[in-house]
């Protein structure tokens, strides 16, 4: 897997870092996407892709694959 950007399944859209996408269960909120290490939920750093909340840069949460399904739209 080439970590500069992902796939989103069953299309030719990819996301990079810094890209905001929306998700349809989330009706207002924007998030950044990001690679890296990061930290969530008390538990040790891991290397991944995860979203930060854009008004609320405190709240992350790993990218699953049900949120790459979810995604309404992509902000580059």
């Known amino acids: 897997m080439d970590a500069s950007y992902i796939t989103i399944p069953g299309t030719c859209d990819k996301l990079y870092p810094h890209t905001t996408v929306q998700l ?4 207002t909120v924007q998030w950044i996407v990001m690679y890296g290490w990061y930290s969530y939920g008390g538990n040790r ?3 991944g892709w995860y979203l930060i909340n854009k008004s609320a840069p405190n709240m992350i949460k790993p990218l699953s694959r049900p949120d790459l399904d979810d995604i309404v739209l992509i902000t580059r």
């Open 45 to 47: 750093d891991i290397c």
């Open 24 to 27: 349809g269960r989330f009706d």
